[in-house]
């Protein structure tokens, strides 16, 4: 069975201050690992897919990278609108393509 | 081009009622999908429809709940009778080709009281 295991939970930051998020992941073969924005009250929206061991996608202040076993999502002088809940998500090859989710970080930027 | 659309957003009902939550996908998505997620957990799939067929409805968690997509349009998602455990965020997502470019919708939340 596919897992995700996303840590922290919860992270909290001063304006400026740069992080990483984890993404553990289990999969009987990857597809695509995908990160995802949340705000409150809102679905998630996507940021990034990543296919393969080395590659690294970048949009504004977030690097996503990946390994086989875990991607990180690097924030890199974050403002408080950076604040939102982020989610990994992990893709099989063969069957539905269907993604397993993590339980996703809540991050907080204060100003 | 407008978004995934779900209504209502939120939706307070007594145990025992019934509650029938609906999907407006991305026009010209064939791809649409119903998730859910309950307080403290992750988000979890509970189906899949390819235009207006079940491709995929190993996530549905017993027979109360019911999914349909006439005419592959609209789907909707309904509960009958809703229990206490049913509560939570129930997102539906549409793509135009399978297992990628997901956009979702703001989500409904149930909750059953």
């Known amino acids: 069975e596919d897992q995700v295991t996303q840590s922290p939970e919860a992270l909290r930051l001063q304006e400026g201050e740069s992080s990483s998020l984890n993404c553990s992941y289990t999969v009987s073969g990857l597809r695509g690992l995908f990160w995802y924005r949340q705000d409150p009250g809102k679905g998630p929206e996507f940021l990034f897919t990543?296919?393969?061991a080395g590659e690294e996608k970048e949009k504004e202040r977030l690097k996503a990278t990946l390994t086989k076993k875990e991607s990180f999502l690097h924030i890199t002088a974050p403002k408080p609108e950076d604040s939102a809940t982020y989610l990994c998500a992990v893709q099989a090859r063969g069957g539905s393509y269907i993604p397993t989710f993590g339980r996703g970080t809540s991050l907080i930027v204060h100003p | 081009e407008a978004g995934v659309t779900q209504f209502p957003s939120h939706s307070v009902i007594e145990k025992g009622q019934t509650v029938t939550l609906r999907c407006d996908p991305i026009?010209?998505?064939?791809?649409l999908y119903w998730y859910r997620r309950v307080m403290g957990k992750e988000i979890k799939f509970l189906l899949h429809f390819v235009k207006e067929s079940k491709q995929d409805e190993s996530g549905m968690p017993n027979n109360r709940f019911l999914a349909e997509r006439t005419g592959g349009t609209y789907s909707t998602l309904k509960v009958q009778p809703a229990e206490l455990e049913d509560s939570g965020v129930y997102f539906c997502?549409?793509?135009?080709?399978?297992?990628?470019?997901?956009?979702f919708g703001s989500g409904t939340r149930l909750t059953v009281v």
């Open positions: 990543l296919y393969s």
């Open positions: 997502a549409s793509s135009q080709e399978g297992g990628y470019g997901y956009t």
């Open positions: 026009s010209g998505h064939d791809n």
